[in-house]
DNA sequence: ATTAGCCAACGTCAGCTTAG
DNA sequence: CTAAGCTGACGTTGGCTAAT
């Protein structure tokens, strides 16, 4: 039973708490402390033995039955060999040939979510939908001509004399429209600044989350972001032109083209986000962790504490 | 001051999964 | 079936630290 846990688990995740452990393992002196906690599931009790230092590292843990990805060393192992055979082949295999190779292990939100729905105690990666519910103006009520992106990631479109700041989701939702990247500008709600549409008549002054004007001007197809103090072209950025004279095959390669970059963005966001919960996994593997160290120790105590009693009635 | 090594974060690609 | 999303893998970059 005391093997069970600490053998299956990941290497360096086991390092990881076992300095941790050490410190700890002084402090407990008696198995039977007042800072034990029964951790209750459908499935499972667990004894955790709580120092003070250590309350912390307790919360979010994973309390699962079998199915954790920590208990199921085949999938690493295969893994595991796939490349140390490739390391072992002397002439390096190129980096196609090894992608092929390389078995794809199965994805660890997919795992924390079956663990979730076993187990109550288990927390969820939630999909994040605050976004969405924040009151942008729907593209249904009034669908904007463009759509603006700052230096820092927040899109704005202009639409009805006004910027409105818009949602990842909602720039999704305005297929077609056309997206303009604003380079080293300021944002839109705090500071103030002229864009300009050189090939067509449109210039706003954005302000506050206001458009104050717009005017014609030139006829080059880019647009240029100007300090309002100034009146000078702080960086010529890149954008589609809404309407300019283009053959049919430019307008194509350009579509392809925005199209990429639309998707290269989106891929960038999920890429962060990916990150962010694969951390937080991780994070809650290393609390599990640490809870079955204090669970495994807890009961090699009780265990001897049970011989001591049942050597000394045999005597 | 410079260099090397390490690490974390990032962007991109490719392949798998899922929703419609 | 297809488009979109998710994520492992890979390469790059910048910051930090220790050694020179």
Same mark, same amino acid.
């Given at each position: 039973?005391?093997?069970?846990?600490?053998?299956?688990?990941?290497?360096?995740?086991?390092?990881?708490?076992?300095?941790?452990?050490?410190?700890?393992?002084?402090?407990?002196?008696?198995?039977?402390?007042?800072?034990?906690?029964?951790?209750?599931?459908?499935?499972?009790?667990?004894?955790?033995?709580?120092?003070?230092?250590?309350? =912390?590292? @307790?919360?979010?843990?994973?309390? /699962?039955?079998?199915?954790? !990805?920590?208990? &199921? *060393?085949?999938? +690493? #192992?295969?893994?595991?060999?796939?490349?140390?055979?490739?390391?072992?082949?002397?002439?390096?295999?190129?980096?196609?040939?090894?992608?092929?190779?390389?078995?794809?292990?199965?994805?660890?939100?997919?795992?924390?979510?079956?663990?979730?729905?076993?187990?109550?105690?288990?927390?969820?990666?939630?999909?994040?939908?605050?976004?969405?519910?924040?009151?942008?103006?729907?593209?249904?009520?009034?669908?904007?001509?463009?759509?603006?992106?700052?230096?820092?990631?927040?899109?704005?479109?202009?639409?009805?004399?006004?910027?409105?700041?818009?949602?990842? =989701?909602? @720039?999704?939702?305005?297929?077609? /429209?056309?997206?303009?990247? !604003?380079?080293? &500008? *300021?944002?839109? +709600? #705090?500071?103030?600044?002229?864009?300009?549409?050189?090939?067509?008549?449109?210039?706003?002054?954005?302000?506050?989350?206001?458009?104050?004007?717009?005017?014609?001007?030139?006829?080059?197809?880019?647009?240029?972001?100007?300090?309002?103090?100034?009146?000078?072209?702080?960086?010529?950025?890149?954008?589609?032109?809404?309407?300019?004279?283009?053959?049919?095959?430019?307008?194509?390669?350009?579509?392809?083209?925005?199209?990429?970059?639309?998707?290269?963005?989106?891929?960038?966001?999920?890429?962060?986000?990916?990150?962010?919960?694969?951390?937080?996994?991780?994070?809650?593997?290393?609390?599990?962790? /640490?809870?079955?160290?204090?669970?495994?120790?807890?009961?090699?105590?009780?265990?001897?504490?049970?011989?001591?009693?049942?050597?000394?009635?045999?005597?």
């Amino acid at each position: 039973m005391d093997t069970s846990v600490s053998s299956q688990l990941d290497s360096s995740l086991n390092d990881s708490v076992t300095d941790g452990e050490k410190d700890h393992r002084e402090a407990n002196a008696s198995p039977a402390a007042s800072n034990q906690v029964l951790l209750q599931t459908e499935s499972e009790v667990a004894v955790v033995q709580l120092s003070d230092s250590q309350t =912390s590292s @307790v919360q979010g843990v994973i309390q /699962a039955p079998q199915t954790s !990805v920590i208990q &199921s *060393p085949q999938v +690493q #192992t295969v893994q595991i060999a796939t490349v140390a055979e490739l390391e072992d082949d002397g002439s390096v295999a190129d980096t196609q040939k090894r992608r092929e190779l390389l078995t794809r292990r199965p994805s660890y939100r997919k795992i924390l979510n079956e663990l979730s729905s076993d187990s109550p105690a288990v927390p969820k990666i939630e999909e994040e939908k605050a976004e969405d519910d924040t009151p942008v103006s729907s593209p249904t009520e009034s669908v904007p001509n463009s759509i603006y992106q700052t230096s820092t990631g927040q899109y704005i479109a202009i639409a009805q004399g006004r910027a409105i700041p818009l949602t990842s =989701s909602t @720039v999704e939702a305005l297929q077609g /429209a056309q997206t303009l990247t !604003v380079t080293g &500008s *300021p944002t839109p +709600q #705090t500071g103030a600044a002229i864009l300009q549409a050189a090939d067509s008549p449109h210039q706003f002054f954005v302000q506050g989350g206001q458009v104050l004007f717009q005017a014609a001007t030139g006829d080059i197809p880019a647009y240029q972001l100007r300090s309002p103090n100034s009146g000078l072209a702080q960086s010529i950025v890149m954008a589609a032109s809404p309407s300019s004279m283009q053959s049919p095959s430019s307008q194509h390669a350009e579509e392809i083209t925005r199209k990429r970059e639309v998707r290269l963005m989106k891929n960038r966001e999920a890429a962060r986000e990916c990150r962010r919960k694969k951390k937080e996994y991780v994070k809650c593997l290393e609390n599990r962790v /640490a809870v079955l160290e204090n669970q495994n120790k807890t009961l090699i105590e009780e265990l001897k504490a049970l011989k001591d009693i049942y050597c000394h009635k045999a005597e």
